[in-house]
């Protein structure tokens, strides 16, 4: 059973620095209730000012208040409905009669484990971090007795990938209806010799030494070994090769070049001006292959759309199961 009063929407708009989310939080006001348990403002703050999702936003919208505090408002909102999520699926643990002695027991492994691990087998040391950061240790093992409790239930209730079977059926569905999602632009198999002025030689030596390379093509020489020897691009062990590119993946006075050739033709010298972030260079491209613009084939695609089904499918299940407890548990959202 659930049961709602208005949402909160006024959440603290700072995000302080990330030194503060080890600061104790004073704020101890419910937010909501589920079952016989309660979340805090407190815990949904601290839960944000600890998630790299917060510290993000706050680094992506530090000039923008306006943007920064609706971004805020809507994590706020995933906060909630992630620790009611966890509260649910703590309390469906309990109700249905999990609880045993194994359990306790694993937890003190865990701690133990966490101890010898992080502490240098020091169990004091743990304690005094722990009291640094305003927490004990009988609230630390909560936390990871609920984190256990919780990992386990997803486990339990979660549909693996490969246990979800999609049919041929849906797969050819979902191709005909994301044509857009499988359009190719027009490719061409490229290779590039890279040849830049160095600093240290004379005005027109990258155009004089590519020019002698060019001339070594055209009278037979491997262009993959000629860029072996000659390129300075990042490609040079490769022989030069970028691999298939469209249009955007180069400069147009590159991109223009390379589409206006066949597959095994190599362009002239082509020359690209100085600039403030790098010097004069000088590029000779040859095509390997080409192919024009079309849509990938179902069959090259099918896996990738399997996956896509499978995890919407899986999602759905979870959203499933999370929706029954909410329907059988009291929830209620203070304003």
Request: aromatic share 8%; net charge negative; glycine share 4%.
């Given at each position: 059973?659930?049961?709602?009063?208005?949402?909160?929407?006024?959440?603290?708009?700072?995000?302080?620095?990330?030194?503060?989310?080890?600061?104790?939080?004073?704020?101890?006001?419910?937010?909501?209730?589920?079952?016989?348990?309660?979340?805090?403002?407190?815990?949904?703050?601290?839960?944000?000012?600890?998630s790299e999702t917060a510290q993000a936003v706050a680094r992506l919208y530090a000039t923008d208040k306006q943007e920064y505090a609706k971004a805020i408002v809507k994590l706020k909102d995933q906060e909630v409905e992630q620790q009611v999520e966890d509260k649910l699926i703590l309390h469906d643990f309990i109700t249905s009669g999990y609880v045993t002695n194994v359990l306790e027991s694993l937890i003190d492994d865990q701690i133990r484990e966490e101890v010898q691990k992080n502490y240098h087998g020091?169990?004091?040391?743990?304690?005094?971090?722990?009291?640094?950061?305003?927490?004990?240790l009988d609230a630390?093992?909560?936390?990871?007795?609920?984190?256990?409790?919780?990992?386990?239930?997803?486990?339990?209730?979660?549909?693996?990938?490969?246990?979800?079977?999609?049919?041929?059926?849906?797969?050819?569905?979902?191709?005909?209806?994301?044509?857009?999602?499988?359009?190719?632009?027009?490719?061409?198999?490229?290779?590039?010799?890279?040849i830049e002025q160095p600093s240290s030689r004379p005005a027109g030596f990258a155009s004089e030494m590519a020019g002698e390379v060019l001339a070594k093509i055209d009278a037979g020489a491997s262009f993959d070994q000629m860029a072996r020897i000659y390129s300075s691009g990042s490609q040079r062990a490769?022989?030069?090769?970028?691999?298939?590119?469209?249009r955007t993946d180069c400069r147009p006075e590159l991109s223009d070049v390379a589409f206006s050739l066949k597959a095994g033709q190599h362009s002239g010298v082509i020359k690209l001006p100085e600039t403030s972030e790098m010097p004069e260079t000088c590029y000779i491209?040859?095509?390997?292959?080409?192919?024009?613009a079309h849509v990938k084939p179902v069959a090259e695609v099918r896996q990738e759309i399997e996956v896509a089904l499978k995890t919407q499918e899986s999602k759905r299940l979870y959203e499933r199961w999370i929706h029954r407890l909410q329907k059988k548990t009291f929830v209620w959202y203070y304003q």
């Amino acid at each position: 059973m659930r049961r709602f009063c208005l949402f909160f929407t006024g959440l603290p708009l700072l995000l302080a620095s990330a030194a503060r989310a080890d600061t104790p939080m004073t704020v101890s006001a419910i937010n909501v209730v589920v079952a016989d348990s309660v979340i805090t403002y407190a815990e949904i703050e601290d839960g944000m000012l600890q998630s790299e999702t917060a510290q993000a936003v706050a680094r992506l919208y530090a000039t923008d208040k306006q943007e920064y505090a609706k971004a805020i408002v809507k994590l706020k909102d995933q906060e909630v409905e992630q620790q009611v999520e966890d509260k649910l699926i703590l309390h469906d643990f309990i109700t249905s009669g999990y609880v045993t002695n194994v359990l306790e027991s694993l937890i003190d492994d865990q701690i133990r484990e966490e101890v010898q691990k992080n502490y240098h087998g020091d169990r004091a040391l743990l304690i005094q971090t722990l009291h640094a950061r305003g927490k004990t240790l009988d609230a630390h093992r909560r936390e990871v007795r609920d984190g256990f409790i919780i990992r386990y239930m997803k486990y339990q209730n979660d549909s693996e990938l490969h246990k979800i079977f999609i049919s041929p059926l849906k797969i050819e569905q979902y191709y005909e209806a994301h044509q857009d999602s499988f359009k190719m632009k027009d490719q061409v198999d490229l290779r590039m010799i890279v040849i830049e002025q160095p600093s240290s030689r004379p005005a027109g030596f990258a155009s004089e030494m590519a020019g002698e390379v060019l001339a070594k093509i055209d009278a037979g020489a491997s262009f993959d070994q000629m860029a072996r020897i000659y390129s300075s691009g990042s490609q040079r062990a490769a022989g030069g090769k970028r691999g298939w590119v469209d249009r955007t993946d180069c400069r147009p006075e590159l991109s223009d070049v390379a589409f206006s050739l066949k597959a095994g033709q190599h362009s002239g010298v082509i020359k690209l001006p100085e600039t403030s972030e790098m010097p004069e260079t000088c590029y000779i491209l040859q095509v390997d292959d080409a192919r024009p613009a079309h849509v990938k084939p179902v069959a090259e695609v099918r896996q990738e759309i399997e996956v896509a089904l499978k995890t919407q499918e899986s999602k759905r299940l979870y959203e499933r199961w999370i929706h029954r407890l909410q329907k059988k548990t009291f929830v209620w959202y203070y304003q």
